[in-house]
């Protein structure tokens, strides 16, 4: 929590009450010498308040979360703000320019890395520097990404174990974004879904579609779900537009094809299908079908093949298993 004449700080960079503030976070430096900026956004609002921090392209192939942040900040004025918001448009600044998920440098995924060593890889350290100058500032935080291009609903993660002092708090957080549909399933080790609650800080990531560039769609309910945290947790003033309804699932469920060909899919993202309900036809290069795929559990379709291609054994599409409607 922010005091109301204390400035919001993070690196070289310092934000007065009612201040926006924009530069660069120091992250080393590149193959030629060159200085590796972080940007950085504060905006520190004219009253007391908490900080809430906000960042995208963590993989480095992953857009849509720096379209919501540009159209936040925008709209986001520290003057009608309470505490304060640390906003990093781009976490990842080699794999980014490498139109990647990992890092060209180490071949090591950010996200699996929080949080961070100071005398680690490029990854290691990036995470480091982010985590301890950034995140730890923070009371609450949002980590913004998207399914690579796969097409994949929009959905938002809960990575801490059930049994997590700040589990409760991270499902809240989640219900509060509001996008329809919650993961509640710890990931592998190093995310910051995990390393922030583990300090003490309420944290999700939303996962916004799957595309290449940047999907609209996905980005404005990205959008809506950091203004119904802003507004939930008292940074401004307004209404939390969740949806009616949201649904809740606790795994996955990997669906594969028997047949190599060609697939038509039965199923469109969001469907909800029942054990035994026909998700797709397997065609030969003829046309002819040589495979039904049926569903193998009642489940809600949560993402779809990129290519309309499959080889024996490769996965056609993953199921959100026996979702749960959250009350």
């Known amino acids: 929590m922010l005091d109301a004449h204390v400035s919001l700080r993070v690196g070289s960079l310092s934000a007065?009450?009612?201040?926006?503030?924009?530069?660069?976070?120091?992250?080393?430096?590149?193959?030629?010498?060159?200085?590796?900026?972080?940007?950085?956004?504060?905006?520190?609002?004219?009253?007391?308040?908490?900080?809430?921090?906000?960042?995208?392209?963590?993989?480095?192939?992953?857009?849509n979360g720096l379209g919501v942040i540009h159209r936040l900040l925008r709209e986001i004025e520290p003057s009608s703000l309470r505490g304060g918001v640390i906003v990093v448009p781009i976490a990842n600044y080699h794999a980014f320019h490498a139109r990647q998920a990992y890092s060209p440098i180490d071949g090591k995924k950010l996200n699996r890395c929080f949080p961070g060593r100071p005398d680690g890889s490029t990854s290691e350290r990036l995470a480091h520097r982010l985590f301890h100058d950034a995140v730890l500032a923070s009371d609450l935080c949002i980590d913004l990404h998207q399914g690579g291009v796969r097409p994949m609903i929009d959905e938002v993660r809960v990575r801490t174990p059930r049994e997590h002092t700040l589990h409760d708090a991270c499902l809240e957080l989640a219900r509060v974004f509001g996008i329809g549909y919650i993961l509640d399933e710890p990931g592998p080790p190093g995310q910051l879904a995990q390393a922030a609650p583990d300090r003490g800080i309420p944290t999700v990531d939303p996962e916004l579609g799957g595309c290449h560039g940047w999907d609209r769609g996905s980005i404005q309910k990205g959008l809506r779900g950091l203004r119904n945290v802003l507004c939930h947790y008292g940074f401004v003033d307004g209404t939390v537009l969740a949806p009616a309804r949201q649904w809740l699932v606790r795994r996955f469920v990997t669906v594969r094809a028997e047949r190599g060909g060609f697939v038509e899919c039965s199923v469109a993202l969001y469907d909800h299908v029942n054990q035994g309900d026909e998700l797709a036809t397997i065609c030969n290069v003829f046309g002819q079908a040589v495979e039904t795929i049926l569903a193998p559990s009642g489940g809600v379709v949560w993402s779809l093949p990129i290519y309309p291609s499959v080889a024996s054994g490769e996965a056609i599409l993953t199921l959100g298993d026996a979702p749960e409607e959250l009350i």
């Open 16 to 63: 007065a009450p009612g201040e926006r503030v924009a530069g660069f976070l120091s992250a080393g430096e590149a193959r030629d010498g060159s200085a590796v900026g972080v940007p950085v956004v504060l905006l520190r609002g004219a009253e007391a308040g908490p900080v809430l921090y906000v960042q995208a392209v963590s993989d480095g192939d992953e857009l």
